[in-house]
């Protein structure tokens, strides 16, 4: 079975959105994110929804909530969701791919630009 | 909020729309009402509102009986309706005249509304097109800060733009203790913007639960083949719409094809 579309729930939709925002460092930690209110005005979702974003990220702690204040991103926030990318990379991302690569029949000369780049991370880790 | 406890109801000559029908509802939502045509959307909210009355049951709304009518009870809501005609005034005349029956009224959030939708107060509202009085009247029920703001069809008439302020609007102006009840057949219209879903039909509420539930128990996607635990799906042209039960992560709720599966009699609970 092949799956085309399986899009995330809203408000999971909407924390990916901020953490690619503190990947691409437009978030840096201790900075304060959105309130409720003007996300929901921006985005046109519900309020409900975005304090259920903010409990997911909270969760997870890339942001932490100071009272009447606003939601902040965590030190430790750009680590967090590097590792849970890592961990969906690995359980689901790379599954998918590899079961591509069986179908198509691809050789390692195609994959050849995917070589490069993990030897390029690996120099970068020295 | 409202609390609705064994309501009947039937327009004389026919059949009843509701028999027996109990809900309650807390504040500070956006509950998106669904039914198929003449399953009564309208007839409820206008219950709600005072403007009908029940042949049994009662209907309370912030702990008022709807039908008593009472100034504290009219002055905490505001009904938009699907269809209405404007009188032969200014728009800024019309303001003056029907602020006063409403407390909270935010005359500031009313002049951004105005901006925000692109309307003139200047212009005679009679004058306006069906679109442009439709977000007047929008515009003037979220500035009432009414505790319950009854919304009937509110995209019907409106452009493409429209839709999309309409949805920062009511989902940015919106204080805690109001709740709004939009009626539909536009789903995709209001799919961010509610948070729970009511369905009514044959006289009673079918389905009642709020989208981050059913985001986190179902999942909705598009695939190639059917799968074994496939609970309702539709032809697509890329294969099948499908639902099926979540296996962990949350999903983005695809409203019309869960109102076909309900309709033809799948049960999610």
Known sequence: MMEFKNNKGIFQQIADNICERVLSGEYAPGDKVQSVRKLAATLGVNQNTIMRTFIELQHNNIVENRRGVGYFVTDNAPKMIRDMRKEEFTQEILPAFIQQVKLLGITREELEPLFNQLKENEDEDK | ?269
């Open chain 2, 1 to 269: 909020m409202i609390n609705i406890k064994n309501l009947s109801f039937a327009y004389k000559k026919q059949a009843p729309l509701f028999q027996d029908l109990s809900l309650t509802e807390g504040t500070g939502q956006i509950i998106g009402l669904l039914g198929k045509n003449g399953a009564g959307k309208t007839t409820l909210l206008q219950l709600i509102a005072g403007m009908l009355t029940p042949a049994s049951g009662e209907i309370l709304v912030n702990s008022y009986k709807s039908t008593k009518r009472e100034a504290s009870f009219l002055e905490s809501i505001y009904f938009v309706p699907e269809e209405f005609t404007m009188p032969s005034i200014k728009m800024w005349d019309f303001i003056e005249a029907f602020i006063p029956f409403y407390p909270r009224f935010d005359k500031q959030l009313l002049d951004d509304l105005i901006n925000k939708f692109e309307l003139d107060q200047q212009k005679n509202l009679s004058k306006m097109s069906h679109g442009q009085k439709k977000k007047f009247r929008i515009a003037f029920a979220l500035a009432t800060r009414c505790q319950l703001i009854i919304l009937d069809e509110p995209t019907n008439g409106l452009d493409i733009p429209s839709k999309t302020i309409f949805r920062q609007l009511v989902a940015g102006s919106l204080q805690e203790d109001q709740t709004v009840i939009i009626s539909t057949h536009q789903v995709k219209d209001v799919e961010t913007l509610i948070d729970k879903i009511i369905l009514v039909d044959n006289g009673q509420v079918i389905f009642n639960q709020s989208i981050i539930d059913i985001s986190e128990k179902y999942d909705f996607k598009i695939v190639s083949h059917l799968p074994d635990n496939v609970l309702y799906s539709e032809l697509n042209p890329m294969g099948y719409n499908i639902v099926t039960p979540s296996i962990g992560e949350s999903s983005e709720v695809d409203i019309e094809l869960l109102f076909n599966a309900i309709n033809n009699g799948k049960t999610f609970n």
